[in-house]
C-alpha cells in the first residue's frame, strides 16, 4: 500500500483533490482479464477505480479494498487415523481474522464419529461464522 | 478361472466422471452397472482436494473437493449401483472383455455391453522436462504432494520453490503457507500463468509469495536431500538467457507442469488416441473408435472445471446405457470431421455424426494455444466462414465451449470438415 499525501487526480469524467487518499494496485478476480486495478481509497473507502475494463471492476474492488473475505480451508489431524479431518469456514471470513481461524483450527480436538457438515468450531476468530467437516470420519 | 461376469455398463474410474457416468446410466434405463476403482474409497483426485470452489455451476454453492464428491457417491449408493474399489483393471481388449485384479476377488473378468473410461489423468513428471542436474530427494510433482499432505498427513519439507503456475501448484503454495512452510516462489516458464486469476490472487498474492515469469529451474542441487535450485530468466522463445542465473535455497521443489490424460488401457483396447489432447478421439456422443467404448472427464481431455466433468460424463453414461440396451454397436457413421485451426488447440469432439450436425446443437470444446485479447473465434464449413463469435480474452488455462447450430448450414450442402480458428479483430 503506498500512501500518497499530495494526489491529484483528473480524468475526462472525473477531478478530485484530496489529502488523504491512498492508492493500492489489486487484480481483478472477475473474469479471464485480470484487470490491474489502481484502487484510491479515503477514510477507508473507495473513491475511484482506473484499469477496469468493465462495472465488475469497481463493485471487486470495493469489495476487495474495504472488507475482504476468504473462505479458509484446513485439516485437523486425528491421532491414529488416516486421512486426517479435512474443514472449511462455512461461509467467507474476513481476510484479517485468517490467521486466526488457522490458529483456532489447529487447536481443535474433535472426536470421532465425524459425519460431512458437522459443526467442528460454532464461532471461529469471532467472525461469528462456524467450521465444519467436509468429509466422514467415522 | 473364474467365469466371465456380463456387466451391461462397466465404468473404470470411480472419480467425478465415472460416478456422474454411472448415475446417468442407471436414469437411462441400464441394469447392470458396475464401477471399478483402483484406490480404497471413491471420488478420485477430489478426495484430496480439500479446498474451495467446486459445484458453482451445478450446486450454485462453493464446494470442497471431497463435499461435491460425496453428493455423488451418496446418490450412486442410494441408486444401488455397485461399486468396487482397491480394483485394478489390468486390460481391455475391444471385445469389450475387461479383466481386473484386486486382493478381494483375486482375478476377475467382465464383458461389457459398453465401457465408460473415466480413468482421469496424471501429472507430467520431471523426466518430461529434461532439468539438468542432481538427482536429489524432495522433488515432486504438487499432486503428489498435495496428497502427502492432505490425505497422508505429511508435510514435504520446510522451505519450497515450485515450478509451473498451474492450478494445482497454486492451491499447494497456499496450503503449504497455512502449515507453516516458507514458499520461496513460483517459477513460470511462460509469459503468462496457465492458472487462474482467483488462484494467482488468493493463493500467491495474499501471502506475498513471489510468481516470477518467464523464468525456469536450469539447474538442481544437491546430494541427498536438496538443497536449492538455480532459476534463470528466458527469452521469447523460451530459452534461458545466460547471466540471469540466480539461486534459490530450498529443500523441496514442486512441478505443477501439466497433466497427462491416463490412457494406457485405452490403447490395449486399440482406440485411437489425439495427439494433442492426449485423450480418445471421440465423436458427438463421446464414443471412441472402438464401439461400444465411450470416454469422459479427463482421460478424454483434462478439464479445468469438475462441473463440466460431471456434465460430459453425464452424456457419456447416458450413451453407454442406450449402446448396452440396444445390443446395437452403432456401425460407422457419415462422419463430419472437426479440425483445430490458427491458434486452437485439441477440439473434443473430434467427429460429428452428419445428421446431428443438421438437427441439433453440437457442443465443442478446445483450448486458445495463446493468450489474445479481442480475438474472434471464426467457424468454417469446408474452408467457408459460417460463423464468428467475438471473445474479449482467450487464454489456454481456460477452455473454451463453442454451440455450433444446425442454423449455420445452408441446408442442401451436406459439411465434410468443421474447422476452428482464430484471428484477432
Known amino acids: 500500500m503506498q500512501a500518497a499525501p499530495w494526489v491529484i487526480l483528473f480524468k475526462s469524467n472525473f477531478f478530485l483533490i484530496t489529502m488523504t487518499t491512498t492508492k493500492r494496485e489489486i487484480t481483478c478476480i472477475s473474469c479471464p482479464l485480470g484487470c490491474s486495478l489502481e484502487v484510491s481509497l479515503a477514510d477507508g473507502q473507495v473513491v475511484a477505480v482506473t484499469g477496469n475494463e468493465c462495472p465488475r471492476g469497481v463493485s471487486y474492488a470495493r469489495q476487495e479494498c474495504v472488507h475482504p473475505e476468504r473462505m479458509v480451508t484446513a485439516l485437523i489431524p486425528i491421532p491414529g487415523r488416516t486421512p486426517p479431518l479435512s474443514v472449511r469456514t462455512e461461509r467467507p471470513i474476513p481476510k484479517d481474522k485468517i490467521t486466526d481461524c488457522l490458529c483456532a483450527i489447529a487447536d481443535a480436538r474433535p472426536t470421532l464419529p465425524i459425519r460431512i457438515g458437522d459443526v467442528i468450531i460454532p464461532d471461529v476468530a469471532g467472525a461469528g461464522v462456524a467450521v465444519i467437516a467436509t468429509r466422514d470420519l467415522l | ?40 474409497e471413491l471420488g478420485g483426485i477430489l478426495r484430496q482436494c480439500i479446498h474451495t470452489g467446486f459445484g458453482l455451476h451445478i450446486f450454485k454453492e462453493e464446494l470442497t473437493g471431497p463435499e461435491y464428491a460425496a453428493r455423488y457417491i451418496t446418490e450412486v449408493h442410494a441408486q444401488g449401483i455397485p461399486a468396487q474399489c482397491d480394483t485394478m483393471v489390468i486390460d481391455i481388449t475391444s471385445e469389450r472383455l475387461v479383466t481386473c485384479v484386486s486382493a478381494a476377488h ?49 508435510l514435504p519439507g520446510r522451505r519450497v520453490v515450485i515450478l509451473g503456475s498451474g492450478d494445482i501448484g497454486l492451491i499447494m503454495a497456499r496450503r ?16 503468462y500463468s496457465s492458472g487462474l ?19 525456469t529451474v536450469t539447474a538442481i542441487h544437491g546430494k541427498g536431500r536438496l538443497t536449492g535450485v538455480t532459476i534463470s530468466k528466458v527469452d521469447a522463445d523460451l530459452s534461458p538467457i545466460p547471466g540471469s542465473e540466480r539461486y534459490l535455497p530450498c529443500d523441496t521443489l514442486l512441478l505443477s507442469v501439466g497433466l497427462i490424460p491416463e490412457n494406457e488401457l485405452s490403447r490395449n483396447a486399440g482406440v485411437d488416441l489425439d ?42 453414461g447416458r450413451q453407454a446405457a442406450l449402446v448396452a440396451a440396444s445390443r446395437r454397436q452403432a456401425a460407422v457413421e457419415s462422419a463430419v470431421a472437426v479440425r483445430a485451426g490458427d491458434g486452437v488447440r485439441g477440439i473434443v469432439p473430434q467427429r460429428i455424426n452428419s445428421e446431428t450436425l443438421a438437427t441439433a446443437p453440437v457442443k465443442l470444446m478446445f483450448r486458445p494455444s495463446s493468450v489474445r485479447r479481442n480475438a474472434v473465434l471464426v467457424v468454417e464449413a469446408d474452408g467457408v466462414p459460417v460463423h464468428r463469435v467475438k471473445k474479449r480474452i482467450l487464454t489456454p488455462g481456460e477452455m473454451v465451449e463453442l454451440s455450433i447450430k444446425p442454423n449455420f448450414f445452408a441446408a442442401a450442402k451436406p459439411v465434410r470438415e468443421l474447422c476452428v480458428r482464430c484471428e484477432n479483430s
Open chain 2, 1 to 40: 478361472m473364474n467365469a466371465i461376469i456380463p456387466i451391461d455398463v462397466l465404468v473404470i474410474g470411480g472419480g467425478p466422471a465415472g460416478l456422474a457416468a454411472a448415475l446417468a446410466a442407471k436414469a437411462a434405463g441400464a441394469d447392470e452397472i458396475l464401477i471399478l476403482e483402483r484406490e480404497n
Open chain 2, 106 to 154: 483375486g482375478l476377475q473378468r467382465f464383458q461389457a455391453g459398453a465401457i465408460v473410461l473415466a480413468m482421469g489423468c496424471r501429472e507430467r513428471p520431471r523426466g518430461a522436462l529434461g532439468i539438468p542436474g542432481a538427482r536429489s530427494s524432495g522433488i515432486y510433482s504438487a499432486g503428489t504432494a498435495q496428497r502427502f499432505v492432505n490425505l497422508d498427513g505429511y
Open chain 2, 176 to 191: 503449504l503457507t497455512f502449515a507453516g512452510i516458507k514458499v520461496e516462489a513460483v517459477v513460470e516458464l511462460m509469459p
Open chain 2, 197 to 215: 486469476k482467483r488462484n494467482i490472487v488468493q493463493c500467491l498474492d495474499d501471502f506475498d509469495i513471489p510468481l516470477l515469469l518467464s523464468h
Open chain 2, 275 to 316: 495427439a494433442t489432447t492426449g485423450g480418445p478421439v471421440v465423436d458427438n456422443r463421446l464414443q471412441t473408435s472402438v464401439p461400444g467404448i465411450f470416454a469422459c472427464g479427463n482421460v478424454l481431455h483434462v478439464h479445468d472445471l469438475v462441473d463440466h466433468v460431471s456434465i460430459e460424463a453425464a452424456e457419456a
